[in-house]
């Protein structure tokens, strides 16, 4: 029997608030057994790029990453938050260890083609390490990522955290029972918009099909639920969205996925 593994990738909107962050690293840390935890930060990588004269440009909500926007990103993503992340989860006795996709060789990536828009040193996941993932988790470390990945030849390429929680989720099943868990500001995939407590609490490919139809499902919630499920058909068990109260045994208010 598989031994249980949490990977839990945690939002801008928890990021950028301290209060919810603490709140959220406390849930975390008491997650029993392994666990993985992925962050992004784009929001606090354009507030200090900003204050150092370098200006995020931004197409269809993707970030253009140049030279000098991924040396900022680098800071605050792999220095500023990830630090002060582990720091607070050392505080709270989770033995955790900062990482890029760099740090183990843990992921690979390479730059995405030019298409109809040129997207920089962005990177798209090509594969990931999970027996050198497996080697922290075993010595009883938390992998923390951010979003950042390499490309083998020297170079860091900025890369988008959810995709990075998902391919590591992929990953790690091949000899963990993995739960994936989205963590945001609201409390799961909600029926309406304007309803906080709209909340569709389970969701087959049956019902995300009808959601997609009806336009439930849009926007920025799209690229995350089809990351959701290339998860789960390539064997994850299962995957959760919700705020941070989903991390707790006794919540149930939130959306589970599953094929």
Known sequence: ?????????IGG????DDQELSRFLKLFSKIKGNKILVHGGGKKATEIGEKLGVISKMVNGRRITNT???????????????????AELQALGCNAIGMSGAD??????????VG????????DVEKVNSSSISVFLNAGLTPTFCALTHNGKGQLLNTNADTIA??????MSSEFETTLYYCFEKK????????????????????????????IIADGMLPKMHNCFHALQQNVKQVCIGNSDMLQEENSNFTTLTL
């Open 13 to 16: 909107n928890i990021i950028n």
């Open 166 to 171: 998902a391919e590591l989720a992929i990953a």
């Open 68 to 86: 000098e926007s991924l040396d900022v990103a680098i800071m605050v993503y792999g220095g500023l938050l990830n630090k002060k992340i582990v």
């Open 188 to 215: 799961g995939v909600l029926r309406s918009i304007d309803d906080e407590n709209s909340v569709l609490q389970h969701i087959d490919s049956k019902k995300y099909k009808s959601l997609l139809a009806d336009g």
């Open 116 to 123: 109809d828009i040129d997207f920089g040193l962005v990177g």
């Open 104 to 113: 183990g060789n843990t992921i690979t990536a390479k730059k995405r083609p």
């Open 1 to 9: 029997m598989k031994t249980k593994l949490s990977i839990v990738k």
